[in-house]
């Protein structure tokens, strides 16, 4: 077995292992809106949940060459954005939103995906989606980097779930109708494939 230490690499080999290594990862698509009104939307992998009571959950947006993006400084700024499910009926469209654009063009248009009103706040969602949750920010870090941080970890919590009326039934969401897709590496992602059932200990 290789024993390798990640600080003899560069950033690139250690993000290669650890986005080969911890598979599969859910994807956030995240709708924010800038100080200009501009509707932003990006798909991050480095995502999940941090506590139900109360509903939280984490996202840490990766800068690039210590320059933080569009979506964290939106987040800072407003303290708002929506997270949204990627599946399979949606994670075409989705794909085209990380497309580098200037902060004053709209990733929503360029991949014609539909807004939709939020309602505890400013930040609109996208229709594509069949879970979206509005949040608000509780609290960021800058971590990482020997100089200049290397990305903005945000805890947000939970203030409204919109859920398809499909895949809802008695208090739980059907994983198959959900159809989640995860991010692999490179150009892969995976979905759910098959679901088996283990009993936890008592």
Same mark, same amino acid.
């Given at each position: 077995m290789l024993s390798i230490d990640p600080a003899s690499l560069s950033e690139r080999e250690n993000y290669k292992f650890l986005i080969g290594s911890i598979i599969p990862r859910p994807i956030?698509?995240? =709708? =924010?809106? *800038?100080?200009?009104?501009?509707? &932003?939307? #990006?798909?991050? *992998?480095?995502? &999940?949940?941090? *506590? *139900?009571n109360p509903p939280m959950i984490s996202l840490s947006i990766q800068r690039s060459s210590g320059r933080q993006k569009d979506t964290a400084r939106n987040i800072m700024e407003s303290k708002e954005f929506v997270i949204h499910i990627v599946d399979d009926l949606n994670v075409e469209k989705i794909n085209k939103t990380a497309a580098n654009l200037p902060p004053d063009e709209s990733e929503i248009e360029l991949a014609n995906l539909t807004p939709v009103k939020s309602e505890r706040i400013s930040v609109p969602g996208v229709k594509e989606a069949k879970i979206r949750m509005e949040c608000s920010m509780e609290h960021s870090f800058e971590l990482g980097g020997s100089n =200049?941080?290397?990305?903005?970890?945000?805890?947000?919590?939970?203030?409204?779930?919109?859920? $398809? &009326?499909?895949?809802? $039934?008695?208090?739980?969401?059907?994983?198959?109708?959900?159809? #989640?897709?995860?991010?692999? #590496?490179?150009?892969?992602?995976?979905k759910i494939g098959e679901i088996f059932e283990i009993e936890r200990p008592k």
């Open positions: 956030a698509f995240v =709708t =924010t809106i *800038s100080k200009d009104g501009v509707l &932003n939307g #990006a798909p991050f *992998s480095y995502f &999940n949940i941090v *506590s *139900s =200049t941080p290397g990305c903005d970890f945000i805890i947000g919590k939970v203030v409204q779930f919109h859920i $398809e &009326n499909d895949i809802y $039934e008695k208090g739980r969401i059907d994983p198959r109708g959900l159809g #989640a897709v995860s991010r692999l #590496a490179g150009n892969y992602y995976a």
